[in-house]
C-alpha cells in the first residue's frame, strides 16, 4: 500500500535558521509529490507540487523541495525561517493507478519559529 | 474566487447519535473529497466524487457513514450512530477534476467531539 512517512513531528527553530523537513514515500509508479501547509485557524493551502521535470521545485514564502528519485524523498527547505512559518507541514502523494490517486498524507511535522 | 465552504466549524454530540456536515465546493470544481483527520494524524480519505458519482469510497465505514451529493454539487456527510473515535476534523476538499495532479482546495473543517 502506498504511504507517506515524515520523520519530525515537531521542529522548533529560531527565526532566520535554516529549515528542512524530510518526507519519504513509498509507491510503486509515478508519483505526484505536494507539500501543504496550515498556519493556525487557517484551511489545509498548496505550497508547492512535483509532477515531473527539475526536481528542484519552488513553492510560494521561499520554500523549495527536492525530489530524489533514489531515496524515495522530497525534502522541503527554506533557508532562513520567520516567525510567521510558524505552522503544521504536511507531505503529501499521488500515483496513477486505481487506489493509489488518492491523495496520501504524511502525519505532518509542527513546526515553531521562536521570535 | 471563493473558498470551500464548510458548516458547522464545531460539532459535539454524544456517543450513539447522529451528525451531519455540509460542505460547498469552489464554484466550477468537478471533484469533492471527504476527509477524517484524527488529532495527531494526516488527513486520510474517506470518499471522494466526480460531479454526483461515488469515485472512490473504499475507506468509508459503510455501516455508519454516508454521503451524498445529489445534484453534483453541495455534498453532507452523515455518521449514524457516531462512536467515540469519531472524533476527529472532517475536511471537505475540491478539485477541478480527478488526476493526481489536480491541487486540492480545502475547507476550513468540522470539528467533531463525541462525548
Known amino acids: 500500500a502506498q504511504s507517506v512517512s515524515q520523520h519530525n513531528h515537531h521542529v522548533i527553530l529560531s527565526e532566520a535558521a535554516s529549515l528542512e523537513l524530510g518526507c519519504n514515500y513509498s509507491y510503486g509508479g509515478t508519483v505526484n509529490l505536494f507539500w501543504y501547509v496550515q498556519y493556525p485557524g487557517q484551511h489545509l493551502q498548496l505550497l508547492l507540487k512535483y509532477f515531473s521535470g527539475d526536481p528542484l521545485v519552488k513553492g510560494i514564502k521561499g520554500f523549495e523541495a527536492e525530489f530524489i528519485k533514489s531515496k524515495f524523498s522530497f525534502n522541503l527547505r527554506k533557508p532562513s525561517v520567520q516567525w510567521s512559518d510558524t505552522a503544521e507541514y504536511f507531505c503529501a502523494a499521488t500515483g496513477f493507478r486505481g487506489s493509489a490517486r488518492q491523495l496520501t498524507f504524511g502525519s505532518g511535522t509542527q513546526l515553531t519559529v521562536l521570535p | 474566487e471563493a473558498g470551500v465552504a464548510q458548516s458547522p466549524r464545531y460539532k459535539i454530540i454524544e456517543k450513539r447519535q447522529s451528525v451531519a456536515f455540509w460542505c460547498n465546493p469552489i464554484?466550477?470544481?468537478?471533484?469533492l473529497y471527504w476527509y477524517q483527520q484524527i488529532l495527531g494524524q494526516g488527513p486520510k480519505l474517506l470518499i471522494q466524487?466526480?460531479?454526483?458519482?461515488?469515485?472512490?469510497d473504499s475507506q468509508l465505514p459503510k455501516d455508519r457513514f454516508s454521503a451524498e451529493r445529489l445534484k453534483g454539487v453541495d455534498s453532507t456527510l452523515k455518521i449514524q450512530p457516531a462512536k467515540l473515535e469519531d472524533s476527529a476534523v472532517y475536511l471537505c476538499?475540491?478539485?477541478?477534476?480527478?488526476?493526481?495532479?489536480?491541487?486540492?482546495?480545502f475547507g476550513d473543517g468540522t470539528r467533531l467531539s463525541i462525548l
Open positions: 476538499a475540491s478539485s477541478l477534476g480527478v488526476s493526481g495532479q489536480q491541487p486540492q482546495h
Open positions: 464554484s466550477g470544481h468537478a471533484t
Open positions: 466524487f466526480q460531479n454526483n458519482g461515488v469515485v472512490d
